[in-house]
């Protein structure tokens, strides 16, 4: 198997980059590829070993614009196809990346799994609060009133509150940026890949299309204000009693209720088992017992034992 | 099949006690009462003995779709010959209840023996043809536990009595009861003995009349393998080199997967529940996406719920196998019953043009081998490769030889070689051959597999000329797998009134009535098929040597008068002789009605 000491040549964004991305010029999904190009080339992860999967929507064209091992999935199945490769292959980087139509709603059920399995892979879901790639639908994230062709007099749904959920559904990584912070958004990008686990990164992602000015309010160039989470640096200061403790769940909560635009970072962090790790401490045992016999031999004896 | 006596009556009651011991070839033992009482052990270990004693067996179940108890069978078929079916009727019928009399005396051939439960069936018939002998099995199995264990043990004590009666080796009886409970609490195994010895010594001798021997198996002297289906077919996976799988709980595919769970890590693999059929299929494509043989599975429901990921794997090419443990349906159906209506959901049920593999298994040991050709099969043409097995294979035991394992036992490689500039996993003058990730790619350009159309390279691609050549290369690499299948054996006449179409579990009972028409007279013979899509070639060169061609399948005859797998043998061979004999009672064919249904489309001589 290759290793990064065969391949000398550092990675570098170059060697990352593909087709010219398809979406539309202004897309928040270009600064997105950018800041993944640029966290991947500070990680130097070996070439080979990246491998990028994605369901269907505009930002889930993600894996054809880099250049890396890659799958463009079926609509919402992304996570359970990531999860296939993580669990099998611990030599991999695994990373997943759609919108919030494939992950909140018809791969909802999926990241729920995925985030209660802790499976070890980093998810990064652009989230544009509108159905872009079919034209302008209503998404699970649309506020309510938004003006969709599904919804011409305005959406009457309550929107699915992504963070909540995910805190909820168990991943053990959870942040939330913005895509026109590409500082911020490479930070929480490279805790994210480094976090061992389900990281999960939500990145508000402007559809220029077909909902402009989406994220203006979380945008100061646009009189917005990008509101930090300020985190404990456990220094027993007066004011580090008021940071947030990313490892407080109650406390994620707390941010996750935040009026919108709310506040950006990491709102969770949690090391617990992944399902990788407990998998294999199974398997390992497992092989142990058998005294790591030979299909042929295991097999033998357990025909032997049905006669 | 009616016992075969060596003395001239053919009627078990009523031979003659003077003429000693009445040896038959053939028994069929039915066990009726309710599915807590053990019974499906029992019927068990009978098959087990069987496997043990050179004899053949095959076992039938019906269990109860509800959580706990319930109305349940068990019947064995013992033979020193070779076993085909379960059998149509039984010659032994054990009743522990009154429903369970009421139910199954119908079962009991003429002149069979009906044994019943004096302590819970008061009514029995009058005019039974047959012999009835009555034994208080719960009181005397209850006495022999000391009155302590309430009805536990009534199982133990029948196989005491079917020991005691068919002179079976006690010592051989008695080594798999221990194996069997064994390994529990000391008591368990002592109060099993108790009822077992209890049965044995009970003096039932003179209710029946005459003595029994079964005959000695005329089988390999090699002690043989005892199974259920879906425990053959999970052999058969590991030894193809699946080491990666996921699915959904659902009956009657679940044993296979619980199965998976648990032996996979013996391999170094494994087997993910995922919380729903469409993660499960999702999941198994990661594994096969990584470059592992991986498996999913369900039934008929669960299969609905995958088709668009299959679909996925065709475009994409990703080698997959995919069980569906056929139960009656549409819907929930009947989730424990047994139907071969799936056949064209395995073909056609994905959107798009979707050619895939599809094989049917013709009995457990087949179970077995099909699995490892499913295997072979998904790795060498890189598709999906169904297995319809059904829920009659899935529980039914019987007896074979070990398989070769030396041979057949693949241990899987995990290719990540360095692939050069010329690497193209869609050629389209060859075989599909994906890089799997972790691969170097000398050229430095990575490939991303996809569900979109896609040239050679698998680029993306919305080109006409494209999606033709590319819909044509997925077709013509199955048509390829087609040319290299043999034409399918002929059982019975070269030629002549008819030809019987079977495929999957039918496949004893057909061959079973093949032999009875002929004995009385027919010229007709039978074809099984195993792989279904594609079919062998060269099937209308048989079909020219017989006047009918009747294809037996356990489901509907359609709203054209067709059966799933008469409706493509018609669509393909445009040949107006082909008719249908179908059913959908949830029920497997008995021999007799297979001979009726072909009579009655053969017309008389």
Known sequence: MSTAAESPKPLTKKDLTADHPTWCPGCGDFAVLAS???VLEKLQIPHEKICTIAGI???SRFPYFVNGHGVHFIHGRALPFATGVSLSRPDLHVFAFGGDGDGYSIG????DHAARKNVNLTYIVMDNFVYGLTKKQTSPTSPKGFKSKTDPTG?????????KKLVYGGASFVARTHATQVKHMMEVFERAILHPGFSVVEVLSECVIFYPGAFDDGNPRKGGTFDLIEEKKWDNSAEDAERHDVSDENAAYRLASLQYPGKFGVFYETDRPSKNQLEQIWIDSTREKTGNASAVDLLSSRFASMK | MSPSATSDSPELASSPASSGVTELQNAVIRFAGNSQDGIQTIGGLLARLAGRSSREVMTYMTIPSTISGGPSIFQVHLGSG???????????LFAFYQHSYDSHIGSLRPGGICIYDTDNVQEVKSDLDGLHVGIPITSATVEALGGSSRERGKNLFALGLVTQIFKLNKEKVVGLVSKQFGGKNEDVLRNAMLAFDAGFAYPVGDLLKVEYELQQGRGSAVDKVTTDGNTAMVLGLLAGGVRYGSAYPITPWSTIMEQLRVEL???????????????????????????????????GPGLSLKMEALSYATMAELPLVVINVQRGGPSTGLPTSVEQSDLMQAIYGSHGDCPRIVLAPKNVADCFYIAVEACELAKKYSCPVFVLTDMALASRIEAFEQPDLATLVHEPVLDLSTRGEEFKPYPLDGLTRHAAPGSVMSAGKYPVVTGLEHDEWGHPSANPGIHQKMTERRREKIKAFAATLPKPEIYGDESGEALIVGWG?????????????????????????????PMPNGLETIFANYQNVVVVEMNDEGLYGYGQLATLLRARHCDPKIRSVCKTDGLNYRVRDIVARVEAVVGTV
């Open chain 1, 36 to 38: 993944f190009f640029k």
């Open chain 1, 57 to 59: 929507g505009c930002s």
């Open chain 1, 108 to 111: 909802g059920n999926h990241l």
């Open chain 2, 505 to 533: 579990s039918t496949w004893g009972p057909i061959r079973e009535a093949v032999e009875r028409l002929r004995e009385s007279g027919r010229k007709v013979a039978c074809i099984h098929l195993r792989h279904l899509n």
């Open chain 1, 155 to 163: 959406a009457i749904d309550q929107p699915i509150n992504p963070m």
């Open chain 2, 82 to 92: 070779e076993v085909l079916s379960a059998g149509d009727e039984s010659d032994f």
């Open chain 2, 265 to 299: 890590p013996k391999y170094g693999g494994l087997f993910v529940q995922a919380e729903d059929e469409l993660a499960a299929v999702a999941m198994a494509l990661g594994f096969a996406y990584s470059g592992h043989v991986a498996v999913t599975g369900s039934s």
